[in-house]
Every structure is written in C-alpha cells, then in structure tokens.
C-alpha cells in the first residue's frame, strides 16, 4: 500500500509538469492524463492542436514505455523480414559471396530471363499448381464434410474420442509423418500391399511419377482433416436447434436438414477459408517435397520452392534462386491481395 | 429401439432416412479414427517386435510379431539421438520463453489504445506476414550476421510468429478498460498492470500461444538443415530423425553386421521422439481446439 502510493503523488507530479504541453485545453489533457498514463482508459482522444510530429511528441512523451517496447518489436520485424526482402536485390546480381552483395555485378533481370527460358520453369510451375490445385480440390471440402458427419453423430463419448483421434495426425512431426510414408509406400509395405489386391503392381510407390502426387496430396488430406474440421464443428455448434426443429415440423429428412439447415449455416465460414486457400495457392512449402521426393520422381515432385532450394542451397547458385523465389513471393503476394479484395467486396470480410 | 423409447417416452421413432445416415456417419467416422491411429499402432508395434522378423515382414502388422527390445537398446546407444534430445529441449525451452516475452511486448505496445502509431505498425507487421523472402536472401543474412552453424540461428529469426502476435493483440484489448482504470487509480504502474492485471486475465489465451509455440520447435528441422550445414552436433531431434528414418532408407547401402538392426531402429527412433507428444497430446487437446477458434476470431 506504502508503495501505491508513493506512484500516486508521482503520477500527480507528473500531471502537473505535462500541463503547459496540453496548451489551453489544460484541464481536458491532465484528466485524459491522469486516467491512462498507461495508455488504458482516456476516453478523450489526445488533444487535436497542433501539427502531427507535435502530437506524436506528445504521444510518445505519454507512452514513453510503449515506444521504446515497439522499437524492440519493430528491429526484430526490420532485421529478420525487411532486411531479407532487400536482400532480394541479388536476384538482379550476379552475385559472388566472395565480392559481397554490393560489389557483385548488375545483371539486371538475366537470371529471370534465364530461369523463364529453362525447361525447369513451366516444370515447376506446373508441378506446384497441380499439387496445390489437388490439395485444395480434396484437402478442402474434405473437414467441411467430416464436420457435418460429426454434427450428426448423437453418442457424446464416440464423438469426444474420434475427434481427438482424428486431430492427432496434425502434431505428428513431418519428419516423422513422411518416414511412416515412405515406409508404408515402399515395395512391402502396407499401403503398396493393399494396393496389389486392386491390381498395382508391387513396386516403391514413392518413385513413380504417377503416385507420388496422390500420396503427397492425400496424405496431406490425412494430416490435416481433423484439425481443419474443428472450425467447422464449432461453428455447426452455434446454429439455433430451433432450425431444425421447425424443419423437421415442416417434414424434411435427415438429408434435407442437412442440406437446408446445416450447410447454410457454414457458407460464410466456407466462403472466408476458400478465399484464403486461394490466396495460398502458390505458396507450396518446400519441407514435404524435399523429405518425399527424389530425382527419379522431379518431372512431377518438384515445385517452386523446392526448386529454389536445390538451386540456391545445394547448388550454390544464390542470384538465380533468389530470382525464382522472388518470383514465387510477388506471385503469392498479388494472390493473397486479390482474394482479399474479392472477400471484402463478395462477403465483407478481409485479413487486414 | 423399443428400449430407448421406453427411456425417453418423448423421443420420435428413427425413420429408415435416420438410420442410413446415423450408420454411415458411425462407419466413416470410425474408419477415419482407424486410419489416423492405425500409422503409430503400427511403428508401435514393429519397435516391439522381432528385429529379424520386421526386416522381412510385408503388409500390415497388426500386433507385435514376437518381442524385442532391440531396437531401443540400439536406438538410445546412439550418440545422436541424445544429443538431438538435449538440442531440441534447449530449443523448444530458450525458443518458447523468447517467444512468450516478444510476443507479449509487441501484443501489449499494439492493444494500447492511445498509441498513435498503432495502425502503422499493424501495417508493417502484417505487410511482412504476406510478402515473404524466400529461403535464399535469409540465408545469406545468417551468413551476414555470424549466425549460420550457431544455435541462436533456431531462435532468433523465428522470435516472433505474427499470426500468435496478432492473436494475443486482441485478446489483451479485450481486457475490460475499467479494470485498468481501476488498477491506474490504485497507483499501479504500467509494469504492474501488464504483469498484475494483463496477463493473469489472458492466462487462458498465452496458454494457447505457449503450446503452438513449443509444438512449433519441438517438430522444426527445416531451418536447421539450412542453416546448421557444418554443425551436426546442434542438431535438433528431428533432424536426426530424418537421418535415421528417411536418408538412411533412400539410399540402402550400407553393409554393415549390425545393420539387420536398422528397420527396428528406425521405429524405435520414431517413438522415442513422439512419446512427449503423444503423452501430452490427449491432456492439452482442448486447448489447441482452443487456440483454433482464436485464430478465427479477427483483431
């Protein structure tokens, strides 16, 4: 109590040095003051005399903490994002570690026109697309059927237990996920030998062009169903069992109510993650692809980012790999910025 | 059926509709448990059994095919995997707590109300979360600044996940402003109110963001494949993982006596390095369910 205060008078004496800065609306600014010297409450805005820089002086003498806290958060966001992003300038270099990135030599867009020429371009664009295009046509539509299929199971102990069941794949390490995989897939294991009662040859799936791209995909679809499917039960949890009571009362079956009721019900939550599925289309990660794939199986494994890897960290070639992963991030930035703009014009929602 | 309605005299009688979709649904869901559990049953199962016999088994396994523990005693004489233990417990420690600490200032200095600069720095924050550098430019910034082949390289570029910022922004300016009010009026500092007021009131919310973080490093390897090539001793646990478990089968050269041994290892590698998370899993699966529907909720 002692201690309280002693930073009440402080805080006084601090009101009362401030008050020649609040100018003649004093008394409004040492009330302002007096309630939010932590930047809490000041139900008044700061007063709105004076230039912006004299604001923001005054700003930053009321929150002089904030600031400085800020100033830690904004060197992280400077050195670890920003910094990398003009770092993209080697794309435009020819870059020699052993000149630094100032003296390299400019090359201007060579290493584009290089990699645009190269048979690997349409490659990987296309490879990342096609998987892309695939999960999102399956690993979509997949958790919102899961979810409606839970909404209609009744037993509360089934329903707790193969929720859970079905989340755990999500915490499995990719590490570990792909080492079942490859396990699984190999010319004696299970998924190969399950296989053979339908016809497939015995033989490593993984290194035929032809599965690779479905095992990559569906197994995607496996890791993430469950926990995709969770903010659909949550929002099915919230519709009104009015709905379907009066449905029921006015003869729809199961099936109706759950086209009808149900359905309805998710489509702005559906209409919000689509739109967020294609901002993301080509920002396929390079984690996966590099623990599954291999040069028997690159005409269709390899995608954008995997791609990058090999050029710039395996093979050294840091200026054309920085050009192709620059390419890749212009391209991902104008799909997330063109989704946004298409959800808060088509469903009044937006990410920023 | 006659039972049941006897129970609940009110309940409507199942019609054939009822019953075909109630089964269906049953019967996917149980299939869909089978096969997201079935994967670990199944390494479970082969790290138990017979060495011999896992190397020529074939198809599924649906117990333990004679027991050994072989494969553990192998897998824990192995330099790397303790390493890799103590590696990625430091990690996930140093990581997590660094995390815990910038995310909270940054969701603090952005949840102020008064802050003049607040929406320009959500901008800067944000503009960074969708336009992204790609591995290369990082990589020569780790060269840059002395960090390649350091542990700090797996803690410090990651310091702060933006999409956890963002959330923790909206829970703290959801904090009722009266409480401060109340707290400033009581002589509470700014410090006070952040650690008396702030966090104990988002206990639940820094709970969830504590847990994807340490999920989060506890399955990394990427970065450190990038960024520790010459330093084998800091690998973390997963990436020593992969090197028993994916590079050693693509390429099935090696001719060594022990190595009948290797199939057994590798299963036993996996369980080794999944256990904490399967133990803990089902206790804090609540609140990773949790952290989900924070997620959807915009700041």
């Known amino acids: 109590m002692h201690r309280d205060f ?57 929150y002089t903490l904030v600031y400085l806290l800020m100033l830690v ?23 020699k570690p052993a000149l630094g990135i100032a003296d390299s030599e400019w090359v201007r867009l060579q290493n584009f026109r290089d990699f645009f020429k190269s048979p690997f371009a349409w490659r990987v664009i296309r490879n990342t ?64 030998k399950l296989l053979t009662l339908f016809g497939v040859d015995s033989q490593n799936l993984l290194t035929n062009p032809k599965y690779y791209v479905w095992i990559f995909v569906l197994s995607g679809v496996w890791q993430n169903i469950g926990w995709g499917s969770i903010i659909y039960i949550a929002t099915l949890s919230g519709v009104d069992q009015a709905l379907y009571e009066a449905a029921s009362i006015d003869g ?22 689509l739109i967020m599925r294609v901002g993301n289309l080509m920002s396929l990660g390079a984690e996966k692809t590099i623990l599954l794939y291999g040069p028997s199986v690159y005409e269709t494994a390899d995608t954008i980012s995997s791609y990058v890897y090999r050029m710039g960290l395996q093979q050294r070639n840091y200026s054309f790999a920085a050009a192709v992963g620059m390419f890749n991030s212009v391209i991902n930035f104008l799909l997330v910025v063109f989704a946004n703009w298409f959800s808060r014009k088509c469903v009044e929602e937006s990410l920023w | 059926m006659v039972r049941s309605n006897r129970k609940n005299p009110n309940r409507i009688r199942r019609s054939k509709e009822d019953i075909v979709v109630d089964t269906f649904c049953v019967v ?20 138990i059994s017979d060495p011999v016999k896992v190397l020529f088994h074939s198809g599924p396994m649906l117990w333990p095919e004679g027991f050994s523990l072989a494969g553990y005693k192998a897998t824990l004489a192995r330099r790397d995997i303790w390493l890799g233990y103590a590696n990625t417990i430091f990690y996930v420690t140093v990581g997590t707590g660094l ?37 290369i430019p990082n990589y020569l910034l780790m060269k840059g600044l002395h960090l390649l082949n350091t542990r700090w390289v797996l803690i410090l570029p990651g310091a702060i996940g933006t999409h956890n910022l963002l959330v923790m922004r909206t829970a703290l300016s959801r904090v009722p402003r009266e409480l401060e009010e109340a707290a400033i009026l009581d002589g509470a500092s700014d410090m006070q109110i952040l650690f008396h007021i702030l966090i104990p009131l988002t206990k639940a919310t820094m709970a969830v963001i504590l847990l994807f973080y340490a999920v989060g490093h506890w399955n990394a390897w990427f970065n450190a494949m990038a ?73």
């Open chain 1, 73 to 95: 958060i904004v060197a992280y966001y400077v050195l670890f994002h920003y910094v990398p992003l003009l770092g993209n300038i080697i794309a435009f270099k020819d870059f």
């Open chain 1, 129 to 192: 697309l096609k998987i892309s295009g695939l999960q999102m046509l399956i690993g979509f539509p997949a958790p919102i059927i899961l979810a409606l299929m839970f909404n209609e199971v009744r037993g509360k102990y089934f329903k707790k237990i193969t929720q859970t069941i079905s989340y755990l794949p999500h915490f499995i390490s990719l590490v570990v996920v792909c080492g079942i995989l490859i396990d699984f897939t190999s010319s004696d294991g299970v998924i190969t």
């Open chain 2, 227 to 299: 960024f520790l090539p010459l330093a084998k001793d800091l690998y973390p646990l997963q990436l020593v993982l992969r090197q028993i478990v994916i590079t050693n089968s693509q390429d099935q050269s090696t001719g060594d006596v022990a190595d009948f041994l290797g199939e057994s290892v590798k299963y036993a590698a996996i369980i080794v390095s999944t256990l904490p998370i399967l133990c803990i899993y089902p206790f804090l699966q609540k609140y990773f369910v949790k952290g989900v529907m924070l997620g959807s909720v915009k700041g």
């Open chain 2, 28 to 47: 996917f869901i149980t299939l869909l448990s089978l096969c997201c559990l079935y994967p670990m049953l199944h390494v479970l199962f082969a790290s």
């Open chain 2, 99 to 135: 995390n815990m600490v910038m995310t909270v200032i940054g969701a603090y200095a952005l949840s102020r109300r008064d802050f003049m600069l607040k929406r320009a720095l959500s901008l800067f924050i944000v503009f960074s979360m969708y336009f992204t550098a790609s591995i």
């Open chain 1, 252 to 273: 729809a079956g199961r099936l109706q109510k759950i086209i009808h009721v149900s359905l309805p019900a998710l489509t702005p939550m559906i209409a919000i993650q």
């Open chain 1, 6 to 62: 002693d930073s009440l008078n402080k805080r006084k004496d601090l009101e009362r040095e401030n008050r020649p800065f609040g100018g003649k609306r004093g008394t409004n600014v040492t009330t302002a003051e007096g309630r939010a010297p932590g930047g809490a409450g000041g139900r008044r805005d700061p007063p709105k005399k004076g230039g912006y820089f004299y604001r923001l002086g005054l700003n930053i003498k009321k």
